[in-house]
């Protein structure tokens, strides 16, 4: 049973290491993504002719004024939880609710 302990304890230092590096990427990727999307929020909410023409161009007139906010308001929530899930990447609850918001907006988009 001892033995066992050690080697899980010695491969555990060994693993650790490459999820820690794979925890960075993620970080990194939210980061870039919070950049997006605060990109688009601003785009939705003062230019709502960009966001007419490239994220609903199937149905144009569905994009008023009002839902160009609305748009603009779901993606700043989706900044927020991409930065507050970069900063605090071990916080698994943040996290969870980070991936939910983008399977959420997969589901939006493409159903």
Same mark, same amino acid.
């Given at each position: 049973? =001892?033995?066992? +302990?050690? $080697? ?5 230092? #060994? /693993?650790? *290491? &490459? ?6 990427? /993620? #970080?990194? !990727?939210?980061?870039?993504? +919070?950049?997006?999307? /605060?990109?688009?929020? $601003?785009?939705?909410? $003062?230019? /709502? ?10 149905? *144009?007139?569905?994009? %008023? ?8 308001? !779901? %993606?700043?929530?989706? $900044? ?8 605090? &990447? ?5 996290? =969870?609710?980070? !991936?939910?918001?983008?399977?959420? +907006? ?6």
């Amino acid at each position: 049973m =001892c033995n066992m +302990a050690v $080697f899980l304890l010695g491969l555990g230092s #060994q /693993i650790f *290491p &490459i999820v820690e590096e794979k925890m960075m990427l /993620i #970080q990194a !990727w939210l980061s870039f993504v +919070a950049f997006m999307r /605060i990109f688009a929020a $601003f785009n939705s909410a $003062f230019n /709502i002719k960009i966001i007419r023409e490239n994220v609903y161009a199937g149905s *144009p007139q569905s994009m %008023t004024p009002l839902m160009g906010r609305l748009f603009s308001a !779901w %993606t700043m929530m989706s $900044f927020t939880l991409c930065v507050l899930s970069a900063y605090d &990447i071990h916080n698994k609850t943040l996290l =969870c609710a980070t !991936w939910l918001s983008f399977f959420w +907006a997969w589901v939006h988009f493409f159903c």
